[in-house]
């Protein structure tokens, strides 16, 4: 009885004492103003691990985000149905997107390209729910380069906005791979003998899924500079944790900047994206992870687990 109480003392002294802050720049390295170092591409991988991770890759959001428009006829459908488009529908070579929304992307000379105003929202199965901006079938020739091409792109030059590959390629995750890797997986980032440096693991999936609000010091941009895996994100990269703590913010964005913000700030190690998410199974296996504040940004503090708060991903960097 009186050890239970103790236990109880002691613990709530735990909660009450505020957590130690870290400086989150203050380990690693990071390649802002460097070259950015020389990768094997994807398809090379996927000759390799064309039966492992081949087959989901075709299904994966990231494999998916940026394509060329003949690999997604479904979706230029969408475009074919909407009269007032079929003067640019000619133009389209590439779409971004594959679960809420749709966007229409062109050609704009070397590693670069022009996005459309009209975009397409999508219902379940990527079917049409409706179009948005259809006032503006126009191309903006910037805002890719200046805007998005750090997250949906590859190999991103940020002083000349342009990038080396379309879409999200092995490299952003695995980072420079050297072909030894096949005797000695330790030497490639992700592998079962190489996920457990919290820290650089978080800086990984961060340089893209910290969306609100984050900027780059040194570009201004508000995407990573030349993140190379392994690198310190938060050396160059500007994030706002306290929006962790903003009920504002959808629960989908919430979460990851509160996972981020307790490793990189707080220091934690036991829970990382990783705990919770599988990537190229495209799954989550949450529900044995520790309780920890973050299962409140989606279930209620009481009641049933299976209940979640309802929420939809919004973010103006994204346009939608
Ligand atoms: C800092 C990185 C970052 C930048 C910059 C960025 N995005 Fe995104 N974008 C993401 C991430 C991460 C997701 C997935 C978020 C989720 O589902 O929770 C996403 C999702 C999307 C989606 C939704 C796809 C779908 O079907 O669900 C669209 C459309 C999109 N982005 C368009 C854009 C456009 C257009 C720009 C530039 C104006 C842009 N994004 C800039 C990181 C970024
Ligand atoms: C968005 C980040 C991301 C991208 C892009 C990515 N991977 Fe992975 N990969 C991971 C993560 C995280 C793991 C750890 C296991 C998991 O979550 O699936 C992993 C694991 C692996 C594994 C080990 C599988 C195992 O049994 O654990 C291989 C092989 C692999 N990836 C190959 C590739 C190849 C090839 C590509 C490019 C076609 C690629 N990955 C692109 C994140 C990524
Ligand atoms: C010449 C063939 C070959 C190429 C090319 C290749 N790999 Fe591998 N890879 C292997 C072999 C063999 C293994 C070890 C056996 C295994 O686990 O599949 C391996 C292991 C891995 C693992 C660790 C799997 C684990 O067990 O943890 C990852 C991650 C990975 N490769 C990613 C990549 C990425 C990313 C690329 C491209 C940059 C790539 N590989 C290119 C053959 C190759
Ligand atoms: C280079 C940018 C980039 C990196 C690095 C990245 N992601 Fe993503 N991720 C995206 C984008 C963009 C989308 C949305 C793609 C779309 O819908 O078009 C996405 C979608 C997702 C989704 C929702 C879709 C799904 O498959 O369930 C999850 C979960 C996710 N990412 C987890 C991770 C994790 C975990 C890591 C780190 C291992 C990671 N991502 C690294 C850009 C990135
Ligand atoms: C405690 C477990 C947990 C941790 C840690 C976690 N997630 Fe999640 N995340 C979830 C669950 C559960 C969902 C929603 C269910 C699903 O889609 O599988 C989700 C959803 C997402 C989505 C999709 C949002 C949407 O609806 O479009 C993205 C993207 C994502 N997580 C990225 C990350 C990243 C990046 C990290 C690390 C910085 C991370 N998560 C850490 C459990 C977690
Ligand atoms: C990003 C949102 C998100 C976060 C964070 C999250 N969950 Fe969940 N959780 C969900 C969603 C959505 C479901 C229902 C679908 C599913 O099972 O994946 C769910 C389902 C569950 C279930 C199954 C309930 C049932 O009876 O079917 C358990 C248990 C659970 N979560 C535990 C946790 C724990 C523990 C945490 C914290 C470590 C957590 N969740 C964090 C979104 C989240």
Redesign the pocket.
């Known amino acids: 009885m009186i050890h239970s109480l103790l236990l109880l003392v002691s613990g709530w002294l735990l909660l009450q004492e505020p957590p130690r802050r870290l400086d989150p720049a203050a380990w690693g390295s990071n390649h802002v103003g460097k070259e950015m170092p020389e990768f094997v591409h994807g398809d090379e991988c996927l000759f390799c691990h064309r039966n492992d991770i081949g087959p989901g890759w075709q299904r994966?959001?990231?494999g998916?985000?940026l394509r060329q428009a003949e690999d997604a006829p479904e979706l230029v459908e969408l475009l074919r149905s909407e009269q007032s488009l079929a003067g640019v529908l000619p133009e389209v070579q590439y779409v971004?997107?594959?679960?809420h929304r749709v966007r229409f992307l062109k050609k704009e000379g070397y590693g670069k390209l022009a996005l459309l105003g009209a975009q397409a929202a999508l219902a379940p199965g990527r079917k049409l729910e409706r179009w948005l901006g259809l006032d503006r079938p126009v191309w903006d020739r910037e805002v890719f380069g200046e805007g998005c091409a750090g997250?949906?792109a590859s190999g991103v030059d940020s002083k000349a906005r342009t990038f080396a590959l379309i879409g999200?390629d092995c490299f952003?995750?695995h980072g420079v791979v050297p072909l030894e890797h096949s005797n000695d997986t330790s030497l490639v980032w992700?592998s079962k003998k190489r996920r457990r440096d919290a820290r650089a693991?978080t800086s990984?999936?961060a340089?893209?899924?910290v969306r609100a609000g984050a900027k780059s010091r040194a570009s201004g941009l508000p995407y990573a500079n030349n993140f190379v895996p392994g690198d310190n994100l938060f050396q160059d990269y500007e994030v706002d944790f306290s929006k962790a703590d903003d009920g504002s913010v959808n629960p989908g964005d919430r979460h990851v900047l509160r996972s981020a913000r307790d490793v990189a700030l707080y220091g934690s190690e036991e829970t990382t994206?990783?705990t919770c998410?599988q990537?190229h199974a495209?799954t989550s296996r949450h529900r044995s992870a520790l309780r920890a504040p973050i299962c409140l940004d989606c279930h209620n503090a009481e009641g049933p687990m299976k209940e979640t708060k309802p929420y939809t991903v919004r973010s103006p960097l994204c346009q939608y």
């Open positions: 994966n959001a990231h998916l985000t971004l997107g594959s679960r997250c949906h999200l952003t995750c992700l693991l990984i999936c340089q893209c899924h994206c990783l998410h990537v495209g």
